[in-house]
C-alpha cells in the first residue's frame, strides 16, 4: 500500500507511505531466498485459520498513505495453480482519486481492500465513495488501517479503525479487517519502536479488534519489515491471517510461524489501479471468507515453483518472457518493461492454448510457452536461454545461436545446479534458470 502525495492533509496527517522503488529494492533481496526445486511439488504444509468481527462504517478527512501490504512486488490460488485462473483483486487509498469500479469489476477483479484510516487521526476522505462503490460493482470489500506504533496505542487505533469504517459484518460482501503494518519513508526504521514493544503494540491492537468484533484481523505485512521489527515474532500465525507483500514473482519467504497466506500482494501496478492482490483460494472460498469471516488458505506454492509475472513488472523474468512470447509469434522489444503490449500478447497466447486468459503468467502459462532448446538451435528461446544464463554468471551473446559456448554455459549451470548436466535446457533447466 503507499504514500498518497497529491492529496491535501489534514493538521495532523499520516506520515508518507513506502514508495514503489523503496519496497522494491528491499523484497528484490528476498529473491535469493527462492531455492529452486523440482516441478511443482505442493508441500504438505499446515494451513492458518481466523476468524473476523462487526460493524459500521464511516468515514471524514484526506489521505496519505496507502498500500496495505507493501510490501512486496512481483503475485487465491491452489498450489500448482499459482496464477492461472487466479482470483484477482486490489488495494486502493485517497491516492487514487477515481476508480471505475465498473471497468474494475469487468476487468476480472473479485475483490478490493481500501484504506480506511492511519493511526488515530487521519480518515481517508474517499473511504466510503471507494467502499461503497466496489460493492455496488459487485465486488467483494473489506477495509484497512495503516499502523503507527509511535502515535498511540494498539487499542487505541484498533477502536478509531473500527468506528470509522474497518470492522466486518456477514453480509457476504464485507471481508475481515486488515491491520497494515509496514515502513513509512522519513520515519526511523521500525517508527523507534523495538521488537518486543511492536509484537505488544500489534498484541494490543489484535485484543482490541477481537474483543468488538469477536474476530481477528488480517495482518499485512512483509518478510523483511517483519523480521527486522518484530524479530520475526510468530505470535500471531495462530490466529491472524497473513496478507503478504512480495513483488519479486513468489510469495516466499514467509514470515515465521505461518504456513501460508490469504492474500498476495503481488505488484503496486497493473491492470487494475493500485496494488495487484491474489487472494489464496478458489472463488467459493472469497465468498465464504465474506460470508462467515472464516476460512482456510490452501499451501501456497513452493519456494522453488514457476515465478508469477504480470503487468507492472519489470526485469529479466519479464525479458524471458518477451523472447519466448516472440518463439510464439509476438514481435515484442524485449526490455524487461512488462507493459500493455506484452499483456495483450500473454493474453492472445493464453487464449490460442486454451488457458484462462487474464493477462498473468503463472506455472500453466510458462509450462505452455518453454520449448526444450539444444546445441544447433536458433531462435528467440535460443535468446531466453542465453539472457538467462548471464543473469546467473554466463557472460553469452545473446544472439539467439546455440553454439558450444552456450552449451558448455548451459552444462555449467546444470551441474550448480544439481540437474542432469546434458546441455539441454527443458522444463527443469527452464524452471531452475526463471527463478
Known sequence: MAHDPGNPRPAQGPSPRAGRGL??????????????????????????????????????VEDPAHRAGSTGRGHGTQPGQAADAAVRGLDVSAYQESVDWSAVAAGGASFAYIKATEGTSYISSRFLGQYDGAAQAGLIRGAYHFARPDKSSGSAQADYFIDHGGAWRPDGRTLPGVLDVEPTPGVPACYGVGPGATVRWIASFDGEYLRRTGRHPLINTNASWWSQCTGNSSAFAAGNLLWIG????????????????????????GPFPGDQDLFNGTERDLRTFAAKGIYTPPPPPPAGAWPVVQQGYSGRQVTTLQYLLNAHGAALSADGSFGTGTRDAVIAFQTRNQLTPDGIVGPKTWQALITTVKESDRGAAVNAVQAELNAHGAALPVDGSFGAGTRDAVIAFQTRNQLTPDGIVGPNTWLALVN
Do not use: C, E, I, K
Open 23 to 60: 519496497r522494491t529494492a528491499a523484497l528484490g533481496a528476498l529473491t535469493a531466498l527462492a531455492a529452486t526445486a523440482a516441478l511443482l511439488a505442493t508441500p504438505a504444509s499446515a494451513s492458518a485459520t481466523a476468524t473476523f468481527g462487526t460493524g459500521r462504517a464511516q468515514t471524514g
Open 246 to 269: 512480495n513483488y519479486t514473482g513468489t510469495p516466499h519467504p514467509l514470515p515465521d510461524g505461518w504456513s501460508s497466506y490469504a492474500v498476495w500482494q503481488t505488484s503496486d501496478s
